[in-house]
């Protein structure tokens, strides 16, 4: 076949049109926002550092006007992603729906995990719970807030956590969405690399683990906080 | 034994469908699903009732006629086996089955088990298939192909067609069965020039046809029973990313 010039616009519009190609969208702005969640998992732990205001200077660095550019690049990078994936979830999720327009009386789910059919209520929670987590810690609309008057933003996001988790249906809801989002991980990141065309059976498995474990280890690592507040481990 | 039946009931395509219920008291263990169903129908026959249609041909498990769903699963519960090569001494007497036809929106019920599955045809028509020169026979070993290659080919060849895939999967996707004739085609020097071409036209049809698409739950992979694994889908993925990042194989408009 000869080399066809088609307008990279209509390309792109093509590429879309086709599941692949909107699972492939979830695939890429899926690794977003798990990159984010992990770096968003080590900014957190610092709250045990032996030196109560390391994550408050870590707040203020990120607040750091000079940084004010590569912040707001970066949550807009994140928000087009929240956004590209819960568009294409949504679109293929109404298509696979349609597909099957007659169910049947006696359906099992051999062998789909739990968490596999179940990508479509874990992820709009998540998306839920995102939104009050920024309405609660980054806008401070949820709860009082406190704010360690350096610059013009410096959050004490100490007292802010403690505060917040001492309160148990907040700590209650923190750790119930980090159950969702551990299964909606636990399926995504294997998932992601079958939607982009690697499988293999030496590595797959390994894959799978690997993807249960990372998993695991966020909502563990994230609920650790909420479950040290309550029980008394870390006061401020 | 004596099993009881809740069978999908459905005179034609237009009519309202219902699960009816019969029992079949003289079932022998060595009977073929299809055999037991057979004994029904002689049974329906005899008191003058309309018997239950379903698809089937070889009743070897090659040919990809048969199938419905058994409790809930493609083909019932025996692994890699087609429902012809199912035997009731899988079955427990005094069981309860339910058997009901492949439900998607791109396979119509035509009457009871049978559906029209003639949207595997379209997507073959789409892009399942080589250009070879006709005439005499090519010489046996004129085009090599490596042994690994040519395994991976004959496994994914092995496809039956019978719909058990788009069955079972919580999308009536049709995606083992595209990334199947993909793996085969594809794999082989002969099939590879067409590549770029037939995955990009297989999806589009498929779209067309309104099948599902693939969420990874690996359901039709349990079910198949040629035992194709999903690394075909990753595959038929993975050439349509190719076929697009590179721009071959779509048509100039
Ligand atoms: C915000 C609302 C969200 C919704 C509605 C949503 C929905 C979904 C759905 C329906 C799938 C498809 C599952 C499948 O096809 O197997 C999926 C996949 C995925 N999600 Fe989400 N999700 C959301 C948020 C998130 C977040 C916050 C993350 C990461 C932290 C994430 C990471 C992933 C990944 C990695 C995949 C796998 C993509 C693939 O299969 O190629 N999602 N999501
Ligand atoms: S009748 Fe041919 S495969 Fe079952």
């Not at chain 2, 995606?175 to 793996?183: D, E, N, Q, R, T």
Request: proline share 5%; charged share 15%; glycine share 8%.
């Amino acid at each position: 076949m000869s080399t066809v010039v088609v307008h990279p616009i209509h390309r792109a519009v093509r590429f879309y049109e086709a599941p692949i190609g909107k699972k492939a969208v979830m695939a890429a702005t899926g690794v977003i926002l798990v990159g984010y969640v992990f770096a968003h998992l080590l900014g957190n732990l610092q709250i045990y550092s032996s030196d109560a205001q390391q994550i408050n200077r870590y707040a203020a660095f990120l607040h750091n006007p000079a940084n004010a550019v590569a912040l707001w690049a970066a949550r807009s990078a994140l928000l087009a992603a929240v956004v590209l994936h819960i568009v294409a979830a949504t679109q293929l999720w109404l298509q696979n729906r349609a597909a099957r327009p007659q169910g049947y009386v006696k359906k099992k789910d051999v062998p789909a995990s739990y968490a596999a059919r179940t990508m479509v209520w874990s992820g709009p929670i998540v998306a839920a719970f995102i939104v009050f987590h920024i309405m609660h810690l980054t806008m401070g609309s949820v709860l009082p807030v406190r704010d360690i008057g350096l610059n013009p933003n410096t959050p004490d996001v100490r007292w802010n956590v403690i505060a917040g988790f001492q309160n148990p249906a907040v700590a209650g809801f923190y750790i119930f969405a980090m159950i969702l989002l551990c299964m909606h991980l636990y399926h995504g990141i294997w998932s992601l690399f079958q939607s982009l065309g690697v499988n293999h059976p030496r590595y797959t498995p390994w894959i799978q683990k690997a993807s249960a474990a990372l998993a695991i280890l966020v909502a563990v690592g994230n609920c650790s906080i909420p479950i040290a507040v309550l029980s008394g481990l870390l006061t401020y | 034994m004596r099993i009881t039946l809740h069978i999908w009931r459905q005179e034609n395509a237009a009519a309202k469908g219902r699960m009816v219920r019969y029992e079949v008291p003289n079932v022998n263990e060595h009977m073929s699903f299809l055999e037991m169903l057979d004994v029904l129908n002689e049974e329906l026959i005899a008191k003058g009732e309309e018997p239950v249609a379903f698809d089937h041909d070889c009743r070897e498990g090659i040919c990809g006629m048969c199938g419905a769903m058994v409790n809930g699963v493609a083909h019932g519960p025996l692994a890699a086996t087609t429902l012809c090569q199912l035997h009731m001494r899988h079955f427990k007497d005094g069981d309860t089955l339910y058997i009901e036809p492949w439900r998607a929106r791109a396979f119509p019920v035509v009457k009871d088990l049978v559906v029209d599955r003639s949207a595997f045809d379209r997507l073959i028509a789409a892009g399942g298939f080589i250009g070879v020169s006709t005439g005499s026979a090519p010489d046996g070993n004129a085009v090599l192909v490596p042994k690994e290659k040519a395994d991976l080919a004959m496994d994914a060849a092995a496809c039956i067609g019978c719909g058990a895939c788009v069955a079972m999967c919580p999308n009536a996707s049709a995606s083992l069965f595209m990334g199947a004739k993909i793996a085969h085609l594809g794999l082989l020097p002969q099939g590879d020039a067409e590549r770029d071409q037939r995955v990009v036209a297989m999806v589009a049809q498929a779209n067309a046809e309104l099948f599902g698409s693939c969420t990874n739950m690996a359901e039709c992979e349990a079910v198949c029973p040629k035992g194709i694994k999903i690394e075909v889908i990753a595959r038929m993925n993975r050439d349509f990313l190719g076929a697009k990042w590179s721009g071959r194989g779509t048509a100039k408009e």
